[in-house]
T-cell receptor, first 111, second 116 residues
Framework: AQTVTQSQPEMSVQEAETVTLSCTYDTSESNYYLFWYKQPPSRQMILVIRQEAYKQQNATENRFSVNFQKAAKSFSLKISDSQLGDTAMYFC????????FGKGTRLHILP | GAVVSQHPSRVICKSGTSVKIECRSLDFQATTMFWYRQFPKQSLMLMAT?????????EQGVEKDKFLINHASLTLSTLTVTSAHPEDSSFYIC????????????FGPGTRLTVT
């Protein structure tokens, strides 16, 4: 069975600050993928960043980067220079033979 | 990028009636599509995996006779909520991937179902 845990239900940071969202996971699969998705008020799911578990190098996409600690089964998302448009619900997800989502972290970027 | 559409975006139906939601991959073929349910301020809960040309695989606790899934072609999957009840009111989201385990899932914009 796969589980994904996000321990921060809600976070607020000032614009331009850096924020880190936590995620831990558990899976019995040897080949899996990890994702962070953003869900703005429109409720459209948007892929923020992905990480292949077999890759040691942490994924980076512009202002978004991850800290992937495979042994600890940890997959945190760092948002640098946060912007008002980053305000959204963020879901961590693990995909083996199916994709399982965490409960989400509601992120507020304050002006 | 790949686009997935859902229709309708919103639907209101009366208790006891059935409602069909369509999920289409517009610019790619998808052998597998997924259906999720999302309650307000909660996460996405996987309901079932829709496989083209074969029966859907339902998650534990999801009634297959209530939530009928048909994946008739490589670009279309449908979810029919039969004999709808107010507790079926929710936000339903589909996703599709072009193929293989290591490819991104593309999500539809969701369908808000309200059963009165």
């Amino acid at each position: 069975a796969q589980t994904v845990t996000q321990s921060q239900p809600e976070m607020s940071v000032q614009e331009a600050e850096t924020v880190t969202l936590s995620c831990t996971y558990d899976t019995s699969e040897s080949n899996y993928y990890l994702f962070w998705y953003k869900q703005p008020p429109s409720r459209q799911m948007i892929l923020v960043i992905r990480q292949e578990a077999y890759k040691q190098q942490n994924a980076t996409e512009n202002r978004f980067s991850v800290n992937f600690q495979k042994a600890a089964k940890s997959f945190s998302l760092k948002i640098s220079d946060s912007q008002l448009g980053d305000t959204a619900m963020y879901f961590c997800a693990c995909r083996g033979n199916k994709i399982i989502f965490g409960k989400g972290t509601r992120l507020h970027i304050l002006p | 990028g790949a686009v997935v559409s859902q229709h309708p975006s919103r639907v209101i139906c009366k208790s006891g009636t059935s409602v069909k939601i369509e999920c289409r991959s517009l610019d790619f073929q998808a052998t597998t599509m997924f259906w999720y349910r999302q309650f307000p301020k909660q996460s996405l809960m996987l309901m079932a995996t829709s496989n083209e040309g074969s029966k859907a695989t339902y998650e534990q606790g999801v009634e297959k006779d209530k939530f009928l899934i048909n994946h008739a072609s490589l670009t279309l999957s449908t979810l029919t909520v039969t004999s709808a009840h107010p507790e079926d009111s929710s936000f339903y989201i589909c996703s599709a991937n072009p193929g293989g385990r290591n490819t991104e899932q593309y999500f539809g914009p969701g369908t808000r179902l309200t059963v009165t």
